[in-house]
């Protein structure tokens, strides 16, 4: 891509004139076009500038937008400075090979999120029970409904599934002293 000096590399090849996306997204392409129509107006570029200086966060961020989509290192050369850049796509938020897992931490989280978990729920149940009869029943399986989906997508995430162990564990003990 070229916008003034401004150009991404993939590789050892340029997106010369925005020719090469194609193989890119339409949204992504979209905004390199934009982005390289902005810099091309700005002509020419001074680092002191405000204007210069957001094309040249923004071309660096749709770089790593492309690296991420190539799966692969892209080179962005800056349209203010002339700096190249090489840009990998964002590493997965696993845990590395052979990290330990921090055991006592995550489940002394675990049981602390359980047992205000557990007792925010027999208080609300309490309260619910109080005034409303049998509509705690309903209040706690709609907690638990809306809580799942989140509580799925948490135990995925290397710290927060402790939090999202503790959660359900907290639940399902609330539950059974209710029916208790």
């Known amino acids: 891509m070229t ?30 076009q934009q982005w390289a129509w902005v810099a091309g107006m700005l002509n020419p570029l001074d680092s002191a500038d405000p204007d210069a200086v957001a094309v040249s966060r923004r071309g660096a961020q749709l770089a790593v937008l492309v690296a991420a989509v190539r799966a692969g290192p892209v080179e962005y050369v800056d349209p203010v400075s002339g700096a190249v850049c090489r840009v990998v796509p964002y590493p997965e938020a696993e845990p590395a090979a052979g990290e330990p897992t921090p055991w006592a931490t995550g489940l002394a989280v675990t049981g602390f999120v359980a047992a205000v978990t557990a007792a925010l729920v027999l208080i609300l149940t309490a309260v619910l029970r109080a005034e409303y009869r049998w509509l705690w029943v309903p209040a706690n399986a709609l907690v638990g409904i809306g809580l799942a989906p989140t509580i799925w997508l948490l135990r995925a995430v290397p710290f927060w599934r402790w939090i999202s162990y503790g959660i359900t564990a907290g639940l399902i003990l609330a539950w059974l002293g209710l029916l208790i």
């Not at 916008?3 to 890119?24: C, K, M, N």
């Open 3 to 32: 916008a003034s000096e401004g150009r991404v590399l993939l590789g050892e090849t340029p997106l010369e004139a925005l020719e090469d996306t194609a193989a890119l997204p339409d949204e992504v392409a979209h905004a390199l």
